[in-house]
């Protein structure tokens, strides 16, 4: 134990060791809902896509954080690899030099094995949203957050075998645990309008504000 931990917390794993740490607490959080779904859902577009390498490397599309979390989850596995075979040549100004090389070196080789490991799911991963913003409509949902208004809420509902965790508004105020239906979707902000199951059963709905 006390060998892994001075592998993991050398130069230049540390650097990953910390990073992976971060996404992993971001994916935990995530599964409470504590967190929106449009930062779940952010793809690389407009962040990674230089010069249409994303597009090359058959990752154009693939949501953001599950992104960075296989190139760090690699390059952490590789920087930890080459620190445990080579530990003993690894010290002071060599390995600080060797370090530095290696951390751009282990980015590029994540990103790489990225690709080959998301490419045979891309279709399933670059359709995740589709389902939101099309047949989610007229779907059930369960209200996750303290309550649901036209400034704040959160809900989690389950479609094609998918949990999803979505930013929504209502014009009735809904209270944590009732239930919901999805009546709009409004793509500038990435949110829906709901409102209550009683509400939409009964046909009483009167207005739904896409402002």
Not at 80 to 97: D, E, K, N, R, T
Not at 102 to 114: D, E
């Amino acid at each position: 134990m006390t060998i892994f931990l001075a592998n993991i917390l050398a130069f230049p794993t540390i650097i990953f060791s910390i990073l992976l740490s971060v996404a992993v607490l971001y994916w935990l959080i995530s599964l409470t809902g504590l967190l929106s779904s449009d930062h779940a859902s952010d793809t690389g577009e407009g962040w990674l896509d230089f010069g249409g390498l994303m597009t090359t490397l058959g990752l154009k599309g693939v949501p953001l954080p599950l992104l960075l979390t296989l190139v760090l989850l690699w390059a952490w596995l590789t920087t930890y690899s080459i620190q445990v075979l080579f530990a003993p040549w690894l010290s002071g100004a060599v390995g600080i030099v060797v370090g530095c090389v290696l951390i751009p070196v282990a980015l590029l080789l994540g990103l790489v094995l990225s690709a080959l490991l998301v490419r045979p799911f891309y279709g399933f991963l670059t359709e995740a949203d589709q389902p939101t913003q099309t047949r989610i409509l007229g779907c059930v949902c369960s209200v996750i957050s303290p309550l649901v208004d036209q400034h704040n809420g959160r809900a989690e509902a389950h479609l094609d075998g998918a949990h999803l965790i979505l930013q929504v508004r209502s014009q009735t105020p809904i209270n944590r645990g009732q239930r919901a239906v999805f009546v709009e979707y409004v793509a500038e902000k990435n949110l829906y309008w709901v409102v209550p199951e009683g509400e939409f059963l009964a046909g009483s709905i009167t207005r739904i504000s896409a402002q």
